[in-house]
């Protein structure tokens, strides 16, 4: 019998030597803007998911537990930070259809968010993450108002894939940062 | 026996016709955030609470139930947004003390942000209400950090109410906007 260390294992350990295939967009995105952080490019950070918490249980000699909430529509986008001195906000959205992106997995007062940003001197946009093709597109948010604009004219409810093929980014993959989204980010708004 | 109508009232109601005398700081600034976002002044949220979801229920026809959650240590601040193109970040907090604020009301990876955020160009600073003279400062963050780092040397583990009254910023009140923070930040960082 030897010694048993108790050996814990980091969360992280798991995922560090898999491809990012099953990787999910945002723990990509977690994981860059972590290495963003950590090497003094941006403050980038995810805001909580937003929770009504309805009741709180406390007992004794422990800590708080939640035992009753519920899941609450945000009013905001999922991100946002500080890049080179600019706000920056954006959306980021998984899509798993072949040929188009679907409308409807954007809340209007994201539009409506991401258009105060604009007028007020920010950075917005959205990454979208294509997964049946492996491929993670920065959506400028113009782009993005055009079509959500068109659709109550044309009743067009998605963004075809080829829109994206022709007025989005493709975001560079790495080793780290995972997704290089800050590089399209130079590209497009500090050129 | 008359109708029984079930009167749903709306939580802010109660609030609408009281002084700010027991409106807690958190709702006087949503209230201010509110204000500015309207009146096309400033883009700034509050985050959400960060939760620990561990176990959720989905009830049959009807949304899904969180039953076992918990509250996490925030890693940044409470508020963050854009104002006149600029970034902006604070956190707020109660002190319902006499003679001094107790750091320990700061997490440490907080002040890290804000300094973080500062680095980049940001705009970062405390808002501290003083609830037993009804009073709100605009606490700069180099202030507040001065503080943090001596309490290392000399032991003090609080801001007296004096340096609030030297080094701090009091806050206009008012009907709308409730506190009229962004008067400070515009003497302070846009002048």
Redesign the interface.
């Known amino acids: 019998m030897g010694l048993n260390f108790p050996i814990k294992k980091k969360p992280q350990e798991k995922r560090i030597n898999k491809a990012n295939l099953g990787m999910d967009l945002e723990t990509m995105i977690n994981e860059s803007n972590e290495w963003y952080?950590v090497n003094?490019k941006?403050?980038i950070?995810k805001?909580?998911?937003?929770?009504q918490?309805v009741k709180v249980d406390y007992p004794m000699r422990s800590?708080?537990?939640?035992?009753?909430?519920?899941?609450?529509t945000p009013?905001?986008t999922d991100y946002?930070?500080?890049?080179?001195?600019?706000?920056i906000?954006f959306e980021a959205k998984e899509n798993h259809n072949k040929t188009a992106f679907p409308l409807k997995n954007i809340h209007p007062h994201q539009i409506t968010?991401l258009e105060?940003?604009i007028?007020?001197?920010?950075i917005g946009f959205l990454i979208v993450s294509w997964n049946l093709y492996n491929e993670y597109y920065l959506l400028p948010f113009d782009v993005c108002k055009e079509y959500w604009d068109n659709s109550y004219k044309d009743g067009r409810q998605s963004i075809p894939y080829e829109a994206f093929k022709k007025r989005a980014y493709l975001i560079k993959e790495g080793f780290i940062p995972r997704l290089k989204y800050l590089d399209v980010v130079d590209e497009l708004y500090f050129k």
Chains 1, 2 share one sequence.
Request: charged share 25%; glycine share 10%.
């Open positions: 952080l003094d941006a403050v950070h805001k909580p998911t937003p929770v918490i800590k708080a537990v939640i035992t009753e909430a519920y899941y609450k009013s905001t946002n930070g500080i890049y080179k001195g600019r706000y906000d968010h105060n940003i007028k007020h001197g920010g």
